[in-house]
């Protein structure tokens, strides 16, 4: 034989002659899959099951509805305390970008609608307003009164206490 010629193959073929490519592709074949299918596993645990929520068996009371007239005077006293802070919120005393403030209620002629005002930002302040059923800080009676004002603004104890330890009175 020369050595130029193709070897001649005898069937069946041995265990040893047979080729090898097609055992590393199914190796490759099954690491992949494998690789795969623990990457999902991985994946899906970190994502909560919605069934694992906790069900609720009672039914929740009903909320209470606000009449039309109820939610138009909310609203109404919302515009109202942001068009007077426009003129007024120069004089609050702030602590922690935090105030209270007495609105004076048209209908009765008192001090009697509270609220919270928070300032956000820095120069160019950004309010929001919260109602509260009723004043947690001291009201100020101390210093130069502010005429037909129709807010009264609050500080805090401490911002008192500093007051008047400066020897200051208040006023009558």
């Known amino acids: 034989m020369d050595d130029d010629e193709p070897e001649e193959k005898v069937y069946p073929l041995t265990a040893a002659k047979l ?3 097609p055992s590393w592709a199914m190796l490759g074949f099954v ?3 494998a690789t795969v299918w623990l990457w999902v596993r991985e994946q899906s645990a ?3 099951a919605i069934s694992a929520a906790p069900r609720v068996t009672t039914t929740p009371a009903p909320a209470p509805v606000a009449s039309q007239e109820t939610r138009r005077v909310a609203l109404t006293r919302l515009t109202t305390i942001e068009a ?3 003129d007024w919120g ?3 005393v702030w602590d922690n970008d935090l105030a209270e403030v007495a609105m004076v209620n048209t ?3 008192e001090f009697s609608d509270f609220y919270e005002v928070k ?3 820095r120069g160019d302040y950004t309010y929001f307003f919260r109602s509260i059923p009723a004043l947690t800080r001291r009201e100020i009676k101390h210093g130069t009164p502010l005429p037909k004002s129709p807010l009264r603004f609050t500080e805090t104890e401490a911002q008192y206490q500093e007051w008047k330890t400066h020897g200051r009175t ?3």
Do not use: D, L, M
């Open 90 to 92: 120069k004089h609050a």
């Open 107 to 109: 209908t009765t002629n």
């Open 19 to 21: 080729s090898k490519a």
């Open 170 to 172: 208040e006023r009558r």
């Open 31 to 33: 690491f992949g899959a």
């Open 84 to 86: 007077v802070w426009e």
């Open 119 to 121: 300032r956000v930002g």
């Open 46 to 48: 970190a994502i909560p």
